[in-house]
């Protein structure tokens, strides 16, 4: 029996040839580090504030989640996304299954997009360009956004450090690598101080 969450595999997800993936863990879960800013409903409502603004940002392609938990699940469907669920996989296995799922269903080139981005914008645009796209955060560590073809085999290796990782990824295949300083995707949300200039920017996060 599948689980209430899941989605069924379809030969055609009618999705179109580029489609945007944002894997969401669950939302009560989300932003543990924030604990001595927020309370536990306020750390959840910030994820998915941030997480509709990610969503958002992706006009006019397709979304497609990849989650475990139902309430992350019915939250994406009621914003028109499609939901692939990916059980106990960890980011980087969700992420690769996720990518997995949309080249099966006919989407050929796929933005990878974290959902913690509360100022996103124009994630649409990020995946013009040949090969590979990096969008990393504002320390040059981490990767916010990654573009790609849907069959190029890449292995996501998120965590601290990522964005080195995913450059040498990039390289080995043999595909060409475009680095894009974006300021609105390359701000994330991990530690109580990241909230300070959101919220001066006036955006509807907490």
């Known amino acids: 029996m599948a689980h209430p969450g899941e989605h069924q595999p379809s030969p055609d997800l009618g999705l179109g040839t580029r489609a945007v993936l944002v894997p969401i863990k669950a939302f009560h879960e989300a932003k543990g580090r924030?604990?001595?800013a927020l309370t536990g409903p306020e750390r959840a409502d910030l994820a998915r504030s941030m997480a509709s603004r990610v969503?958002?940002?992706a006009a006019p392609l397709p979304v497609a989640v990849v989650c475990d938990?139902?309430?992350?699940a019915d939250w994406a469907r009621v914003r028109g996304a499609l939901v692939v669920w990916e059980p106990g996989r960890g980011l980087?296995?969700?992420v690769e299954a996720g990518v997995d799922h949309l080249r099966a269903g006919g989407v050929v080139q796929v933005t990878v997009s974290h959902a913690d981005l509360p100022m996103a914008s124009g994630l649409a645009t990020v995946g013009l360009g040949a090969g590979i796209t990096l969008v990393p955060d504002r320390y040059g560590n981490g990767t916010n956004v990654i573009a790609l073809p849907s069959d190029a085999g890449f292995r996501f290796s998120y965590g601290p450090g990522s964005f080195a990782r995913h450059r040498a990824e990039a390289e080995r295949l043999g595909l060409p690598v475009r680095i894009l300083d974006l300021p609105?995707?390359?701000?994330d949300v991990d530690e109580p101080a990241d909230l300070v200039p959101v919220a001066v920017r006036g955006t509807s996060t907490p």
């Open 92 to 94: 980087n296995g969700a």
């Open 34 to 36: 924030l604990d001595r």
């Open 184 to 187: 609105d995707l390359a701000w």
């Open 69 to 72: 938990d139902n309430d992350v």
């Open 55 to 57: 969503l958002e940002a």
